[in-house]
């Protein structure tokens, strides 16, 4: 398959009929002060295209997860701009970046985050509860058909299998309709089979339901489930690739961990 030539930050954007998702520009993010001074987003930049899957990728320490915190509204940044849709992030109050993660924010965690004594059904439907909404019964009956729920419904977390509770994860991040949903390593405690299954749903939801989603992974495997891969390298966005496959990521990721493809920065 062909691939893209690795490009600058800047240019860093996939053709889309429809506005961006989102939009980071120059982020950058410190911690500590000083000799412990860390810059974990030093400049990134990047596009993010409605309706399609995206993987973020790169070395460990590379700022993968900063990025997405920071453009999901969970971290602030000390610099830089980020746009969701024609909302500018960094300049709501910490009030207003919870409200707009409870109304246009949807998430996938590793960990799951099920509440131990709500029902699946209770769990996907929190976040309209949360916000004073009711379910719209047509979606909520569609996601648990696709996700194959329908007998779990009346379950507690601890009555699920690990795959069941994640696939009550995604049903809860994508239930309230988000302009983007946000994934963190989602099949990192998932056997091999379930994880698929569920990268397998992430992808439709993507091409079938118009639905944008960015994940975070350091698996080749689950990159290859993307319509295009960024990669990260000392908290920039220094390549991406679209179609990926696993062999192109491989190749890709070799690249960029060797020490040459870091001179000039």
């Known amino acids: 398959m062909t691939t893209t030539p690795t490009t600058t930050a800047s240019s860093i954007e996939a053709p889309t009929m429809r506005p961006p998702a989102a939009t980071a520009t120059g982020l950058v993010k410190v911690y500590g002060r000083g000799d412990t001074e860390v810059r974990a987003l030093d400049g990134a930049s990047l596009v993010v295209p409605a309706g399609q899957l995206t993987a973020i990728m790169g070395p460990s320490g590379s700022g993968k997860s900063t990025l997405m915190q920071t453009m999901a509204g969970l971290d602030p940044v000390d610099q830089g701009s980020i746009r969701l849709g024609d909302t500018e992030v960094t300049t709501l109050s910490e009030k207003q970046r919870t409200l707009l993660r409870r109304e246009r924010i949807g998430f996938v965690f590793q960990s799951f985050n099920l509440v131990p004594s709500l029902t699946a059904r209770e769990n996907i439907t929190l976040p309209l ?15 648990v058909t696709i996700l194959g729920l329908g007998d779990r419904l009346t379950h507690r977390p601890t009555e699920l299998s690990g795959g069941q509770q994640q696939r009550v994860a995604v049903a809860r991040a994508l239930v309230t309709r988000p302009d983007i949903v946000f994934a963190d390593e989602p099949t990192g405690n998932l056997d091999s089979r379930h994880g698929q ?3 397998a749903f992430l992808q439709r939801a993507a091409g079938e339901l118009g639905q944008t989603v960015v994940m975070v992974t350091h698996d080749p495997t689950a990159a290859s489930y993307a319509d295009r891969v960024v990669f990260l390298v000392d908290g920039r966005v220094v390549s991406d690739l679209a179609g990926p496959t696993v062999t192109t990521v491989l190749t890709r990721m070799a690249e960029l961990e060797q020490p040459a493809s870091r001179a000039g920065r």
Request: glycine residues 6%.
């Open 129 to 143: 509860r949360l916000a004073g909404r009711s379910a719209d019964t047509a979606w909520f009956e569609e996601l």
């Open 197 to 199: 299954a569920l990268l």
